[in-house]
C-alpha cells in the first residue's frame, strides 16, 4: 500500500471526529436527525478547519444504507465509496481550475439526472469564490431551485468574494480557527495510534506553528516524524520549523531588562551563526512580549497562553519585574523593527540597533529619580509669598485676562492672597530665567496632564495625541522647550504653527504663563518616566489614539 500523509489517513470520518466545530456538527446533526435538510450550504472558514471534511461525512450521513443518520455506519457499499472518492452521486468541483460559464453549465447539465446509486446527489463546490462572475449568475437560478435529491455544498476561504445572490440562497455556517488545546489532544491521539514518542512541549510547539489548522498540524507531525530518529522533542521541531524556541526568547527578554548590550548583541550573533531568519526572531519576541503584556494587565490570563507550565510560569515572573510602560515602549520598537527590516539589505544591523535601543530605553526607565528630586522643591515655590519680589510685579496689570485662569487653579486654595500673587511673577519671561524657573519647568513635567487635558476640554483632539510622550525639556526667557520621541509627532507639531500656538495657550491657562513653544527631538535620557500602576499606563497608552481625525 502507498504510505498515505497523516491528514489523509486520519480525515474525519463523522461529524463527532471534526476537532473544534461543534456549533457546525450539532447543527447539521440534528438537521439530518429530524429531516430538515437545505438545498443549498455555504461553508466558510481558514484552511485546514474541516470544511471539505464535513461535506463528505455530510453527504455520506444523506446517503448511508442505514440512513439517512447522523452517525454514518462506514460499513457499507456507498460510506465505502464515498471515503474512496468513487462514489457516482458526489461530486467534488474546483472552482479554482473550473470557473467558466462553461464548466459550471458541464456540471448543471447533470443536475436533473436521477442519482445512479444514493439516495441524494452531493455536489461539493470547493474555491467557490473563484467562480467568474457570468459563472456565478448562471448557477443562481439551479442554485435556488434546484431538484429534490441534490445537494449543493459550497466551500470557500473567502465569503466575501462570494456574490450576495448566491450567499442569500444557502445556508451559511462558518468554520472557526481550531483552539490549541484541540490541535495539542488531536496530535497525541494521532501519535498513539501511530506509536509516535512524541514530548510534551514538542506537541505545544506544533499546536502554536499551526495556526488553527487541523491540516496544517498533522503535516508538521509527520515531516517531524520523517526527521526524529526516535522521539520527537522540542529541538527536532524547532530545526524543521527554522524558528525560535520559547527559551531563546525569555533570554533576550532577560537581557533586555538587565540592559545588558553585549550580551544582546551576543544572542543575536548567535542566531545568525545558526541560520535563523531575523525576522521570525523579531516576530518570536512581539508574540513574546505580546504575552508578557496580558500577563501584565491580567495576571489571570495565564491559561490562555497555551505555553507549558513551566514556560508560563517563567513568562508571569518576567511581566511581574516590567511595568506596562516598558513593555509597550519594546513592542513599538520591535513593531518598527519588523517593518523595517522588509526594505534593508542589513537586516542583523537593524535588529542590533533595535536591541542597543530597547536596553538604553530600559536604563533611562529606570531612572526617575532627577524628576522627583525636581518635584520636591515645591514647598519652596511658595515660600517667597512673604518675600517682598513678587509685590512690584502687581503694578504690572497689563496681562489682565491672565489672572482669570489662576484664580481658576484651586490647587493652592488656602488663601485668595497667594494664589493671586504667584501668577504674576511666572507671567514675567525674565522672572523664569531666574532661579525659579528650575522649580517652574519641574512643575511642567509634573503637571503635563493638566495640559493635555485642558485641550481635550478645549476639542483640540489631536494636538495631545502628538503632546502625549513629548516632555519638557527647558524653560528659558517665556520660550519652553518640548522634546519629541517620535519623529512623527515632532513633525506634526513642529510644522504646525496652529498646534504649537493651541499648546501655548493651555500651558497659559493651567499655570498663567506666557509661552512660545519649540521643538526638538530628545535624546535617550529625556524618555517619559514608566512607572505606575498597569491599568493606569494602559489608560495613558491607549489615549495616545483617540477616535478623530488628525487635521483641525
Known amino acids: 500500500m502507498p504510505y498515505l500523509s497523516l491528514y489523509r489517513k486520519y480525515r474525519p470520518r463523522s461529524f463527532a471526529e471534526i476537532v473544534g466545530q461543534r456549533h457546525v456538527t450539532q447543527t447539521l446533526a440534528n438537521a439530518v436527525k429530524a429531516d430538515r435538510i437545505a438545498h443549498a450550504y455555504l461553508f466558510c472558514g481558514p484552511r485546514g478547519t474541516g470544511k471539505t471534511s464535513t461535506a463528505l461525512v455530510l ?227 512581539v508574540s513574546h512580549y505580546r504575552d508578557l503584556l496580558v500577563l501584565r494587565v491580567d495576571r489571570r490570563a495565564r491559561e490562555t497562553l497555551s505555553l507549558p507550565e513551566e514556560s508560563a510560569k517563567r513568562a508571569a515572573e518576567q511581566a511581574k519585574s516590567l511595568s506596562v510602560a516598558e513593555i509597550v515602549r519594546t513592542l513599538d520598537l520591535l513593531a518598527q523593527t519588523d517593518r523595517e527590516l522588509r526594505f534593508t539589505s542589513h537586516p542583523r544591523l537593524l535588529l542590533e540597533l533595535c536591541a542597543v535601543r530597547i536596553c538604553r530605553s530600559a536604563e533611562s526607565a529606570e531612572a526617575p529619580a532627577p524628576t522627583e528630586r525636581a518635584a520636591e522643591p515645591e514647598p519652596a515655590a511658595r515660600k517667597p509669598e512673604p518675600a517682598a519680589e513678587p509685590k512690584p510685579a502687581a503694578r504690572k496689570p497689563k496681562p489682565a485676562a491672565e489672572p482669570e485662569p489662576a484664580a481658576r487653579k484651586p490647587k493652592p486654595a488656602a488663601e485668595p492672597e497667594a494664589a493671586a500673587r504667584k501668577p504674576k511673577p511666572a507671567a514675567e519671561p525674565e522672572a523664569t530665567a531666574e532661579p525659579a524657573g528650575p522649580v517652574e519647568l519641574a512643575d511642567l513635567k509634573q503637571r503635563w496632564d493638566e495640559v493635555l487635558a485642558d485641550l481635550r476640554k478645549a476639542r483640540q483632539t489631536s494636538v495631545p495625541a502628538f503632546l502625549r510622550e513629548a516632555v519638557p525639556a527647558a524653560l528659558e526667557k517665556g520660550v519652553l522647550t518640548l522634546a519629541f520621541n517620535h519623529r512623527f509627532h515632532y513633525d506634526q507639531m513642529a510644522k504646525n504653527e496652529k498646534r504649537c500656538r493651541a499648546a501655548a495657550e493651555a500651558i497659559g491657562r493651567v499655570f498663567g504663563i506666557e509661552v512660545t513653544i519649540k521643538c526638538r527631538m530628545s535624546t535617550e535620557a529625556e524618555r517619559p518616566d514608566p512607572s505606575g500602576e498597569p491599568e493606569e499606563d494602559m489608560q495613558q497608552y491607549l489615549s495616545m489614539f483617540p477616535g478623530s481625525e488628525l487635521e483641525e
Open 59 to 285: 453527504a455520506r450521513a444523506l446517503n448511508c444504507e442505514k440512513g439517512p443518520t447522523p452517525e454514518p455506519c462506514g460499513e457499507c457499499e456507498l460510506c465505502k465509496r464515498i471515503i474512496g472518492g468513487s462514489a457516482l452521486d458526489v461530486f467534488e468541483f474546483d472552482a479554482a481550475s473550473h470557473r467558466s460559464v462553461e464548466d459550471i453549465g458541464e456540471v448543471l447539465g447533470r443536475v436533473g439526472l436521477a442519482a445512479a446509486e444514493a439516495r441524494m446527489k452531493v455536489y461539493i463546490i470547493d474555491e467557490v469564490h473563484m467562480l467568474s462572475g457570468h459563472a456565478f449568475n448562471a448557477f443562481l437560478k439551479t442554485l435556488e431551485e434546484p431538484p429534490s435529491h441534490v445537494v449543493f455544498i459550497l466551500a470557500t476561504t473567502e465569503p466575501h468574494r462570494v456574490i450576495p445572490t448566491i450567499l442569500s440562497r444557502c445556508q451559511r455556517f462558518d468554520f472557526h480557527r481550531v483552539g490549541v488545546r484541540d490541535i495539542e489532544a488531536t496530535l497525541q491521539h494521532i501519535a498513539e495510534k501511530e506509536s509516535i514518542e512524541l514530548d510534551d512541549k514538542a506537541v505545544t510547539i506544533l499546536a502554536h506553528a499551526a495556526d488553527g489548522s487541523v491540516r496544517d498540524a498533522l503535516t508538521l507531525l509527520d515531516q517531524a516524524y520523517a526527521y526524529a530518529e526516535a522521539a520527537i522533542t522540542p529541538e527536532v521541531v524547532t530545526e524543521i520549523l527554522g524558528g525560535i524556541d520559547f527559551d531563546l526568547l525569555a533570554e533576550f527578554a532577560d537581557v533586555f531588562q538587565r540592559r545588558e548590550v553585549a550580551s544582546a548583541l551576543s544572542l543575536i550573533d548567535r542566531v545568525v551563526g545558526e541560520g535563523k531568519d531575523l525576522r521570525q526572531l523579531v516576530n518570536g519576541l
